[in-house]
């Protein structure tokens, strides 16, 4: 069983977020970079299969170079290869362009039985790229994927739906995207980072796979950030002091529900 992985190095969600002095980035000063959440499960079903059915497992980015610390904590995890695709700054929020690179990358280096991904990513990707690339691929795809079985040629993926779950038959090859509960990803054993270290990573430029970056980020691009604005900070709450008077407190509260807060 051949898996692709494809993973995102996103900022940690505990990181203090800066507009960046263009006003359409964050600033990256102290920020630390992970492999995205949703991507961990992605990869720990991948290297479970690996473990039971045998095979391997490549895991892929497309990002600045800063993507390969990511690749080598996938590495340690289990992973037995890695692609990464350098670039990345100028294509921030478009998830066609990064599904374009990326499946691009996947049939260079492929074929594989099972494309993997996060149901999302921590970034800018929207949800839409794993979809994107089995589009591209021409490849069945099942996102939200929360249990798994593999049968021969066949697998049955089960995923959340809005008030409920739905069972999905499809051919492999496919592309899935991991829902968090379908397992508990492993951390990097001591031996595992140690072994990263060694492996020599495979880096392709969007040029290497007949892709004009420029192009991307320009002409062809469906979506870019024009602007980024943090959430405007919280007021002090209001306290209602009931005690010697509740009907009064209910009164005014009321009242504050109806004139400042508008929520009757």
């Known amino acids: 069983m051949k898996s692709c992985v494809l993973m995102a190095h996103v900022p940690d969600t505990a990181s203090v977020i800066k507009v960046g002095a263009g006003g359409n980035r964050i600033d990256e000063g102290g920020i630390k970079y992970i492999v995205s959440p949703y991507d961990e499960y992605a990869l720990e079903e991948a290297i479970k299969l690996k ?3 045998g095979g391997d497992v490549t895991v892929m ?3 600045p170079k800063r993507g390969e610390a990511g690749l080598r904590e996938c590495l340690a995890r289990g992973a037995d290869a890695a ?4 670039g990345g700054e100028t294509t921030l929020g478009d998830a066609l362009s990064i599904a374009k690179v990326l499946a691009a990358a996947i049939r ?23 979809a994107m690339v089995a589009e591209l691929l021409d490849l069945p ?3 939200s994927v929360i249990k798994l079985e593999i049968g021969d040629g066949r697998l049955v993926a089960h995923r959340e739906i809005e008030g409920g779950g739905e069972v999905v038959e499809s051919p492999i090859p496919c592309v899935l995207t991991a829902m ?6 492993r951390y990097p054993s001591l031996k595992g980072i140690m072994a990263a270290k060694k492996v020599a990573i495979q880096t392709l430029k969007p040029a290497d796979l007949g892709l004009d970056e420029g192009a991307l980020a320009g002409a062809e ?14 007021s002090g709450g209001t306290i209602l002091k009931g005690e010697d008077d509740p009907a009064g407190a209910a009164r005014q509260l009321a009242k ?6 508008k929520a009757i």
């Open 180 to 185: 968090k509960g379908l397992n508990e990803p």
């Open 141 to 143: 795809h099942v996102s």
């Open 108 to 130: 260079k280096t492929g074929p594989y039985d099972i494309v993997w991904a996060g149901a999302k990513g921590g970034g800018t990707d929207n949800a839409l790229v794993g």
């Open 61 to 63: 980015t497309y990002a």
């Open 51 to 53: 473990e039971s059915r």
């Open 221 to 234: 691009a469906r979506c870019a950030v024009r602007k980024l604005e943090l959430p405007a900070a919280k």
């Open 83 to 86: 692609v990464h695709v350098e």
């Open 256 to 261: 504050l529900l109806r004139e400042q807060a």
